[in-house]
């Protein structure tokens, strides 16, 4: 019930993108940059203070094992952002549309991937799914916004672009309904899900996160991420201590 709860709410954050019309685009964009802070932040700390030390001590993995299982999500993740995602079609033939295509499929894939992470988190344990749960949310919220802006500017209404969207958030729960069968038969699953959930996790926050915050280099806009990325990090951090 837990898991079923955690990607319905994930999935929801697709329509979150409406709240953005009618804003002025400087505005947007400082809630944004302050946002994509706080969502690095709290990737990093799932990462590193909940995600990798809870998979050493609830599976007495050798710390080889889980380093290469968080290894092999960054690949994954690598490889999913270098060919699923519109942002890599740069070509001046590239049909306005295709991006659109693109980023719909790209966003399935990695929701469904999100989905199977969830569920993954909470066959471990109730506390390390609550904050596997918490990091992908703080990370879909600015994501959520920034894609139905390009579903948008690829063409589609704004309606089509919500419903669109939100299409493609479902297919969380697909995977996290995937991950909890396959647990019934297949041991160790999770053994490997959550480190390599950790490794995506450390990909997003390293290469698509904090190359955006570097955009901005103007003295209070960067002590504003900087703050917004220490809270995210000491969220997770009191997070960890009331979930103990």
Not at 14 to 34: P, Q, V
Not at 116 to 141: D, K, N, Q, R
Not at 152 to 159: A, E, M
Request: contains cysteine; proline residues 2%.
């Amino acid at each position: 019930m837990a898991i079923l709860a955690s990607v319905t709410v994930v999935s929801l954050i697709s329509l979150i993108g409406i709240l953005s019309i009618g804003l002025k685009e400087a505005f947007l964009r400082r809630i944004l940059m302050a946002l994509v802070g706080f969502s690095c932040g709290a990737l990093i700390g799932g990462a590193f203070i909940h995600l990798l030390p809870e998979s050493l001590e609830e599976t007495g993995q050798a710390h080889e094992s889980i380093l290469y299982y968080a290894i092999a999500g960054i690949i994954v993740f690598f490889i999913m952002e270098k060919f699923l995602y519109w942002r890599h079609c740069h070509e001046e033939k590239c049909p306005i549309h295709t991006f659109v295509y693109l980023n719909l499929i790209g966003d399935g894939v990695h929701n469904f991937i999100d989905g199977m992470i969830i569920a993954g988190s909470f066959i471990i344990s109730y506390s390390i799914g609550i904050a596997t749960t918490l990091a992908v949310i703080f990370h879909e919220i600015p994501q959520e916004i920034g894609d139905f802006g390009v579903l948008v500017y690829g063409g589609l209404s704004k309606w089509k672009a919500l419903a669109y969207n939100f299409v493609s958030a479902l297919t969380a729960v697909a995977g996290s309904l995937l991950t909890y069968y396959l647990a019934s038969y297949t041991q160790g699953i999770d053994v490997f899900l959550v480190p390599f959930a950790a490794g995506g996790f450390i990909y997003i926050a390293a290469t698509d996160l904090m190359p955006e915050l570097h955009k901005r280099n103007q003295a209070k806009e960067s002590l504003i991420q900087l703050l917004a990325l220490l809270t995210g990090i000491g969220l997770m951090s009191i997070l960890k201590t009331l979930l103990a």
